[in-house]
């Protein structure tokens, strides 16, 4: 009569990793992936960290969530996405950055996944600092009134006078509505 050895086999499900036992080192165990981290496949020695721009709230995950548009998360293995704030926008889901509000434009809530073009009339205002007239536009909260004798160029970032404006139209090739707020 033969005898055959036979070699116990153990596959942990997706969800999980095999580890070994505490108390029997030789032993193993399943354990559920922590939150964070995934495992979409069976049989397998660890979890995977959810990518950035991804998070994993629940324990014994196959995968991960996408942060939604607003939101993102720059590192890997995290259970939540941080919010943009104002001034920045995530247009995309599945950031690992937000974007900051490009120059003459503004972003006055958190969480958005676009930046306005400040209105007729407006510019976004210089950063403290700058000294100068022309809007600083990088990261703003709000746009202000042109003085009085005053016009927003087409870009939102610089409030000129008339001759000023038509001059720089003219260079520009740009076709704007002169707007003059009183």
């Known amino acids: 009569s033969s005898s055959s050895n036979r070699e116990c086999v153990f596959f942990c499900p997706s969800g999980s990793y095999k580890s070994s036992s505490v108390d029997d080192p030789s032993l193993y165990v399943c354990k559920r992936c922590p939150e964070g981290k995934h495992q979409g496949q069976p049989a397998q020695d660890k979890c995977e960290n959810c990518a950035r721009g991804s998070y994993q ?5 196959l995968y991960c969530f996408t942060c939604p548009a607003g939101k993102y998360q720059p590192f890997p293995g995290r259970t939540s996405c941080d919010t943009c704030p104002q001034g920045q926008f995530g247009q995309w889901a599945g ?6 509000c490009h120059s003459g434009q503004f972003q006055p809530l958190a969480g958005q996944p676009s930046c306005h073009l400040c209105p007729t009339g407006y510019v976004v205002p210089p950063r403290s600092g700058s000294g100068g007239p022309k809007g ?3 990261g703003a909260t709000s746009c202000a009134a042109c003085p009085k004798g005053k016009h927003s160029y087409a870009d939102g970032t610089e409030c000129l006078g008339r001759f000023e404006l038509i001059q720089r139209q003219a260079t520009d090739g740009v076709s704007s509505t002169l707007a003059r707020v009183s």
């Open 57 to 61: 709230n629940y324990g014994g995950s």
């Open 95 to 100: 950031e690992p950055a937000c974007s900051t």
């Open 136 to 138: 600083g536009g990088s």
